[in-house]
């Protein structure tokens, strides 16, 4: 059965006995298995198969066929084994988890569904846990936009470490590397007693789906005290194909998470590089914003066809061509316009307002033609899904306001995979907006701007950019990254 809610996909047997396998070779030799999201079971099988020492098999499993049929099966295999496989909510199952006293080398494996909570959400569901793990510090648009997301297997494997952490455990779990990232960044709010972590990025073909993902083995000693300078983890390797080592170049080898210097802990991509540029990271920024935010490229994003004097003809991209003033347009760059600055022609945008503080349309009323075109598109405004725009007047943009106005700009796009700034001067004399890809320093003059750049494209910022930002992350250079660069 596939349940849309439940992130119900099966490990493959022959996949868990390799799991299985590579931890018998670490050292692990357990004589208690926990499995919290068990499934068909796979992960117990290969284990009571690969493993000499299990006496204890412990599971939860939210569906009451898996549970059932698991029963039987191994009933029928082991019949002198006591499994307590518990059919429940693992949310709910804190007390039923926990191993008998005797229990002394507890391996804690599986794979807790990918799905996320928004995800959830939509589908109404109540497969979610009753306490969330803290924000993640995104702020403003990335906050509402949803880059504060996070995966229900964050929430299990917070859960079993606070669960166990009391016990001395090996977990061994399948995960995304974003949650990976997510759990070692929380770790130091939680203080777990973590002695070794590691994170071994596994094919896309064993689930045949195009997620990065690995197998996160943490091992924990309650003798030990939670030291946040524990809570890093270098990124290996189970079984990549050559094609998939090349394009998890930039993350292999690289050791990840919490570094102490100076006195002061930071949560960085690459420890040894942040060695080496750490006295680029400061509080003391500039005053990064982010593009306009729109959701509406169809209608307000238009090419210019002809100008004749104050009017110009232009075409929306559902290919209406449409009279406008064009002192009601500015010129527009997309992230991928601002990566290849120089390169591309740009579009020009229709913003319905120039600051939040503005009623949408107001500026509009001294440019008819605009204003008209604008509101017969108002069920196209009325669509649009974006959490951020409810709540607010109809016509609402985001990320305007007096800085989109001023003439340069040193900008990024964000969703790039090298850091490369760009100065960006005005168009036709008129200052050119960006898409909310993109995140940019305001400047009056060229001069100012210009020696900004150089420091921005300097060895030591993008050295140190390469330290923080995390190579998979699809906005990779956005706010909270952008906030650290120390200003000149
Ligand atoms: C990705 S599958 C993996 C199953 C098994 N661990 C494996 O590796 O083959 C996730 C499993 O979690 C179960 N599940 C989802 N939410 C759960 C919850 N809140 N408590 C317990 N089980 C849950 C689903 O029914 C599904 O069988």
Redesign the pocket.
């Known amino acids: 059965m596939v ?1 849309d809610n ?6 493959p047997i022959e996949y ?1 006995a390799k799991i299985v396998g590579f931890l018998r070779e670490s050292g692990v030799s357990p004589d208690t298995i926990i ?9 117990i099988k290969s284990s009571l198969e690969g493993f000499e020492n299990v006496k204890n098999v412990i599971g ?4 009451e066929s ?1 549970v059932r049929s698991l029963r039987e099966e191994l009933r029928t295999l082991y019949p002198n084994l006591r499994p307590r496989l518990i059919h ?4 709910d ?1 804190q007390d039923k988890l926990l191993p008998p006293k005797s229990a002394r080398d507890i391996l804690i494996i ?5 799905v996320t909570i928004t995800h959830l959400s939509k589908l109404n569901s109540d ?1 979610v846990p009753s306490k969330r793990p803290e924000s993640s510090g995104e702020k403003g648009l990335d906050l509402l936009t949803g880059s504060s997301n996070f995966d ?1 297997a964050e929430s ?1 494997l917070t859960y079993l470490l606070e669960t166990f952490k009391n016990h001395h455990v090996t977990i061994a779990m ?1 995960c995304k590397t974003t949650v990976n990232q997510k759990l070692l960044k929380q770790a130091k709010r939680y203080r777990w007693s973590i002695t070794n972590w590691e994170f071994l990025l596994i094919s896309r073909r064993v689930f045949g789906v195009n997620v990065d993902a690995g197998l996160i083995v943490i091992r924990t000693d309650p003798s030990v005290h939670g030291d946040p300078s524990n809570y890093h983890c270098r990124i290996g390797e189970l079984d990549l194909t050559s094609k998939e080592r090349l394009h998890y170049a930039p993350i292999l080898d690289r050791d990840t998470g919490w570094i102490q210097l100076n006195g002061r802990f930071q949560f960085v991509f690459d420890r040894e590089l942040y060695r080496q540029y750490h006295h680029i990271d400061s509080k003391k920024s500039y005053d990064w914003r982010q593009g306009i935010k729109h959701d509406l490229s169809k209608v307000v994003v238009l090419d210019k066809l002809h100008s004749n004097g104050e009017m110009g003809l232009y075409q929306n991209q559902n290919g209406e061509q449409i009279c406008l003033e064009n002192n009601a347009l500015l010129p527009f760059l997309k992230g991928s316009h601002v990566y290849n600055y120089g390169r591309r022609p740009h579009l020009y945008i229709l913003a319905t307002q120039r600051s939040l503080s503005e009623n949408p349309l107001e500026y509009l009323r001294d440019y008819p033609m605009a204003l008209a075109y604008v509101t017969q598109h108002r069920h196209m405004f009325e669509k649009r899904k974006s959490r951020v725009y409810k709540g607010r007047p109809l016509y609402s943009m985001f990320g305007v306001g007096e800085y989109s106005f001023a003439p340069y700009k040193v900008a990024i796009a964000s969703m790039y995979g090298s850091p490369s700034f760009k100065l960006i001067s005005p168009i036709e004399n008129k200052p050119v907006l960006m898409d909310d890809t993109c995140y940019f320093i305001s400047f009056d003059t060229y001069e100012d701007a210009e020696q900004v750049l150089k420091y921005l494209n300097s060895e030591e910022v993008m050295g140190f950019l390469d330290s923080i930002a995390y190579p998979l992350d699809k906005r990779k250079y956005k706010m909270k990254v952008l906030k650290r660069i120390k200003r000149m």
Do not use: A, K, R
């Open positions: 349940s439940l992130g119900d996909f099966q490990t868990t499995e919290p999201t068990f499934g068909t079971g796979n992960f939860v499993e939210v569906q898996y429940g909510n693992i949310f199952s599986g794979n807790p569904p990918w497969n229900i299990i399948l």
